[in-house]
Each structure stands twice: as structure tokens, then as C-alpha cells.
């Protein structure tokens, strides 16, 4: 079998890897959960609003290692990268993310204002006076995140279209869909 050109094949391993739920390169960030606490940075742009720690990818690593990387860069907190949440507004990979020690190694970035650890209140709280940086596409579903569900189930597909265009892993399941498979044929 000859290909045409090496960035096909590229693109077809990464169509591939995706449909596994391996992620590419691609800006992303980190939900860390301290018992039934969420980790939140205050930006010092944007109009100083919380986020979780994240950011833009450099191109050279998967997302996962993105949200790895800003997590530590923004928070000071090494974590570990796991189960792919949710993809969300463009793009944007969150990550399941898990402390790796319980102190920060080091202070936050010039990007971030304040490193805060909040409750279901609190991002509650922060909601109701405007104050997430991406408010009607991310905020609800940490709320989500820190209720009665275990961070680690699945968000229901349809529910989440109604509230949002968030976009979920191709192998993510709901009762009604089971997987989703991918066929290349080259």
C-alpha cells in the first residue's frame, strides 16, 4: 500500500487515536478534585474571572500533557492527567486530573491572581455573580462534577446538548447509542 503523502497517513492515525480516545495535540486543562473540593484559578486578564487551570497547546505533546503542564505552570500542583472529560467550546480538552502531592511546588504564574480550592457553594456562588470565564459552557458541568456523581461517570450525552455545545469523546456511550466505532479504509 503506498500513500500519497506523509500528512494523510499523519491525519488518519490521528482520526484513529481519536476514535480509541487517545487525544492529539490540543489546548486542554485539568478538573482536580480534593475531596469535595474543585481547584480554580482567578486570571489576571479576561476580566479576572475563574477558570480551571489550562491552557494552549505547544504542538508538540498530546492534550492530556497540555493540561498537565498548565495545571503546574498556573497552580503550582503536579498532577496526573486522567479520564478525558469533556470537550468543550472549540475545542478545548478538560481532563480528569489528580493530585500528585498535596502542597503546591511552587507559586502561580503571572496569569493567575489567586489559586483557590472551592465547594459546590463556592462555584455556585462564583456563577451567580458572573464570574467563570466561560460561564454558560464549562461552569455548570464542574458543578456537575463536584454533585452526587462521582466525577469519573459520564456525563448523558443529550443532556448535556440541551445545555450546551459541548462535544463528547467518540467512545463515549449512553444507554441508547452503546459505542461508536470508526472504519478507515485506505
Not at 487517545?22 to 469535595?36: D, E, I, K
Not at 496569569?111 to 456562588?125: L, P, R, T, Y
Not at 461552569?139 to 461517570?153: F, I, V
Amino acid at each position: 500500500m503506498v500513500f500519497g503523502s506523509c500528512s494523510r497517513v499523519s491525519l488518519m492515525l490521528g482520526i484513529m487515536a481519536q476514535a480509541l480516545g487517545h487525544q492529539g495535540a490540543g489546548h486542554a486543562g485539568c478538573f482536580v478534585r480534593r475531596g469535595n473540593e474543585m481547584l480554580a484559578v482567578k486570571l489576571t486578564y479576561d476580566g479576572r474571572k475563574y477558570d480551571i487551570p489550562g491552557g494552549q497547546t505547544n504542538w508538540k505533546e498530546p492534550a492530556s500533557r497540555t493540561a498537565v503542564r498548565e495545571t503546574w505552570e498556573e497552580s503550582g500542583y503536579r498532577v496526573t492527567a486522567g479520564k478525558h472529560l469533556a470537550t468543550v467550546r472549540g475545542g478545548f480538552h478538560i481532563y480528569e486530573c489528580f493530585l500528585e502531592d498535596g502542597n503546591p511546588g511552587k507559586g502561580p504564574d503571572h496569569e493567575i491572581s489567586e489559586v483557590k480550592w472551592m465547594s459546590k457553594g463556592d462555584v455556585q456562588h462564583q456563577m451567580n455573580r458572573g464570574m467563570w470565564r466561560f460561564q454558560r459552557s464549562q461552569a455548570y458541568l464542574y458543578l456537575r462534577w463536584l454533585g452526587g456523581r462521582s466525577s469519573t461517570e459520564s456525563t448523558n450525552t443529550s443532556e448535556v446538548a440541551q445545555n450546551t455545545s459541548v462535544q463528547m469523546m467518540p467512545n463515549a456511550t449512553n444507554a441508547t447509542e452503546g459505542p461508536r466505532r470508526l472504519f478507515l479504509l485506505v
